[in-house]
């Protein structure tokens, strides 16, 4: 009886394995964006422009969006530069605060189309992350991190819509962070607009499935881009030491894994075994790009609440500590 338990553990775990190394090792027919015209914000750095340039190596018209014109000057050089065919392919930059107006992001996208042609892929990666405790957070960065992080992606993918449903065919990604999967000491505001952007990313998709239009919403870690490193400015040391269990990763490798995914049509994008585990265990009611994803999910999920709830044990300790260190320091001055 013994024997013939072990054996069926066994062929559970191989059948697991197949299953894993087939969802992430093999994608199946991605759709081409040769020729045709994508739209990347916060693409004038980090993610942003990692994914133009990705763009631009599969024969893609580029158009990045950001404020600061002499960053946009620097990336569409490099952008211009990873071209597949430089003497087809345009490369544009359009300087634009997407978070603050609704009718001039409407107006320039509308105008940008003209000029370049439909937005067949909108890549939304602009974001901000202000740290800090909720009473140690102020009202204008909170508002800061919705209008860039939140408004900023909803405004954008607002304004493409319509024509995306009118042409059939589109593909919309909202760059959102693993911290849209778990609430992180330090991260209340900025938090709270990640977790935004995965209501928006399921409302989204289940609206526009029926018009051929995918949505993918990328969870990256934390990302060794120039954003990030003003984000360990304002990290509270409880952040830091979280943070620090996950690890640092390239934004090219990010890009990429969006990119491919999105071109795959599937609804997350993760690096890492960390962001795998946190899909696993946040999936509920999210889009499933197949049925293999489906029993992967179903298979899993048990096994790896019981691996998270060692993971919140852990962060609770790194809290009570500091807090210890802190009351220690204080009774010594």
């Known amino acids: ?16 394995i197949v299953l894993l190394a087939r969802h992430y090792f ?53 952008i211009v530069h990873a071209c597949k065919n430089k003497d087809i392919q345009k490369v544009e930059y359009l300087s634009l605060d997407i978070g603050k107006n ?33 009473e140690d957070t102020t009202v204008a960065d909170l508002k800061k991190m919705i209008d860039i992080n939140f408004m900023g992606s909803y405004y954008c993918t607002k304004a493409v819509v ?9 593909i919309i990604v909202l760059t959102s962070s693993q911290a849209a999967l778990l ?14 952007l995965r209501g928006l990313a399921e409302s989204i998709s289940m609206e526009l499935a029926p018009y051929n239009i995918s949505v993918t919403l990328s969870l990256p870690p934390d990302t060794d881009t120039p954003g990030f490193a003003i984000e360990e400015l304002s990290k509270p040391l409880e952040t830091k030491l979280i943070s ?6 390239s934004p090219e490798v990010v890009a990429n894994k969006l990119f491919k995914d999105a071109l795959a049509g599937k609804f997350f994008s993760t690096v890492g075994m960390e962001g795998f585990v946190l899909t696993v265990l946040c999936c509920g ?31 609770r300790r790194i809290i009570q500590n500091c807090m210890k260190t802190r009351d220690n320091n204080k009774k010594s001055e």
Request: aromatic content about 8%; overall charge positive; glycine content about 10%.
């Open 26 to 78: 093999w994608r199946g027919r991605l759709r081409s964006v040769n020729n045709k015209h994508v739209v990347v914000t916060g693409g004038s750095s980090g993610i942003g422009k990692c994914v133009a340039i990705a763009a631009a190596r599969y024969g893609a018209h580029v158009t990045i969006i950001a404020r600061d014109v002499l960053k946009l000057e620097a990336a569409r050089h490099e």
């Open 285 to 315: 009611m999210s889009p499933f790009s197949s049925i293999i994803e489906l029993i992967i999910q179903s298979t899993l999920i048990g096994l790896f609440r019981l691996v998270s709830a060692c993971y919140l044990v852990h962060f």
């Open 183 to 196: 609430g992180i000491y330090g991260y209340s505001a900025y938090c709270s607009t990640k977790f935004a």
């Open 244 to 249: 620090e269990t996950g690890g640092l990763v």
């Open 162 to 170: 319509q024509r995306m449903k009118a042409s059939q065919e589109g």
């Open 1 to 16: 009886m013994a024997i013939t338990f072990s054996i069926i553990l066994l062929i559970v775990a191989l059948l697991i």
């Open 102 to 134: 609704y009718e001039a992001v409407e107006e320039a996208l509308s105008d940008l189309e003209r000029t370049m042609g439909p937005i067949y892929m909108l890549v939304n990666c602009a974001g901000t992350a202000i740290c800090g405790k909720i």
